[in-house]
């Protein structure tokens, strides 16, 4: 799987959305689980949120519950992370990617910090 991702909106104040999408090619986008990790300057690799293969099912992480809203499309090949209220502190890389199921449930390689196939990162800056 290769991505193709972009960042729909530009430099955002606190309060303030963004929409990051990423396009997938190569093997079979709907057979994989999908999430989004992000990179703080200085800091390690934490997970954001996760889906299904389906769609069916969201999990993401406490600090952005009820802010962000990962879905996806797979007849168009795309994972979406609708990203609402920021705050300075989401300011980070944020990269997407395919995971299969491990044993503790298709979030669980995600918040692990370990995909299959991942794009090129995609900068977000939040300004106070």
């Known amino acids: 799987l290769r991505f193709s991702c972009r960042r729909w909106g530009g430099l955002v104040q606190a309060g303030g959305s963004l929409r990051l999408s990423c396009v997938a090619s190569?093997?079979?986008?709907?057979?994989?689980?999908m999430g989004w990790l992000r990179q703080a300057p200085g800091k390690e690799r934490e997970f954001v949120a996760a889906?299904?293969?389906?769609?069916?099912?969201?999990f993401s992480t406490d600090s952005v519950k009820g802010r962000f809203t990962i879905s996806r499309d797979n007849a168009k090949n795309t994972v979406y992370l609708q990203m609402n209220s920021l705050k300075p502190e989401d300011t980070a890389v944020y990269y997407c990617?395919?995971?299969?199921?491990?044993?503790?449930?298709?979030?669980?390689?995600?918040?692990?910090?370990?995909?299959?196939?991942w794009g090129k990162g995609t900068q977000v800056t939040v300004s106070s």
């Open positions: 889906i299904n293969w389906s769609g069916s099912s969201t």
């Open positions: 190569g093997r079979t986008f709907s057979s994989y689980n």
């Open positions: 990617g395919a995971a299969t199921t491990s044993g503790g449930g298709y979030y669980d390689n995600f918040k692990s910090g370990h995909m299959d196939y």
